[in-house]
């Protein structure tokens, strides 16, 4: 792995993972606790429409694909609000409605095109530097409007009744999570995939989940497992070269049910002990 360092993609490659696994780490903590994962899905299957988009129009991939996985976020978080008990159904059209938008987007556009099966399966390999400050930016970004609605978070993902007698605006406060969910999901596209995306999101938060005592340390511990993730499934794809994404999730998988394993042993012998 060591010997991997000398090149440069390696390198921004590394990069890319840390700081998609600070992002999802953050962002996957309040996915986990919000209880909002399939929400979560349809933003990330929504956002292949604004793919579709960006190949159409030539558009550069940000533009595009933010752009539309925002809007279509805003309305799944608003359906979510206001329709609780078919916000499922609503959502899933939208997901399905935007993947199809995608798909006939790309249909229509003139020529081959290759880079497709990266906004699928990841392009981690592949990212430029360029892309690196842009997440850099959004980590920064990310963490500091979370630091600074830490309590108002903490809130309205515990007990919202109890948010919105305290006085705080569940509402916006809900909208912008939701909306930097979606800027989260568009820049990890780039790094595991469309398919992928929603593993590394709530892998590493549900395996915290139960032994953090706060919030933060879940979001720390989330950030610090997904690096371990990354930085190994990275390894293992330069090691027998296979894709880096689904190297980095098969590695979160198989920690994922080694620790529900162990979970079901350890409550096994505690029972038989009593």
Not at 32 to 58: C, D, K, P
Not at 123 to 134: A, E, H, K, N
Not at 152 to 181: K, Q, T
């Amino acid at each position: 792995m060591f010997d991997a360092l000398q090149y440069e993609f390696m390198r921004n490659a590394i990069a890319c993972g840390l700081l998609t696994s600070i992002i999802c780490g953050i962002m996957g903590t309040l996915v986990v606790v919000n209880r909002i994962v399939f929400l979560s899905g349809g933003i990330a299957h929504a956002a292949y429409g604004g793919i579709g988009l960006a190949f159409f129009f030539r558009w550069p991939y940000l533009i595009g694909t933010l752009g539309f996985s925002f809007l279509s976020a805003m309305i799944m978080a608003a359906v979510s609000m206001k329709a609780k008990h078919r916000s499922d159904t609503i959502i899933g059209v939208i997901w399905a409605i935007g993947m199809a938008f995608g798909t006939i987007l790309i249909d229509l556009t003139p020529g081959y095109n290759a880079d497709l099966m990266s906004y699928l399966f990841g392009s981690i390999l592949t990212v430029p530097r360029f892309d690196l400050y842009i997440m850099l930016g959004i980590a920064i970004l990310i963490s500091v409007i979370v630091t600074f609605f830490y309590n108002d978070l903490l809130a309205i993902s515990y007990d919202e009744e109890f948010a919105r007698i305290r006085g705080i605006p569940v509402v916006p406060i809900y909208f912008m999570m939701i909306g930097m969910l979606a800027l989260t999901i568009v820049m990890v596209i780039q790094a595991v995939g469309l398919l992928l995306v929603i593993a590394l999101l709530t892998i590493p938060p549900f395996i915290l989940e139960k032994y953090a005592k706060s919030l933060v340390q879940m979001m720390v511990g989330s950030s610090l497992l997904g690096m371990i993730f990354t930085l190994i499934g990275l390894g293992l794809s330069y090691r027998f070269n296979l894709t880096s994404g689904a190297c980095i999730i098969m590695v979160a998988g198989g920690f994922f049910f080694v620790f529900l394993l162990f979970e079901q042993v350890f409550i096994y012998l505690q029972q038989n002990r009593s």
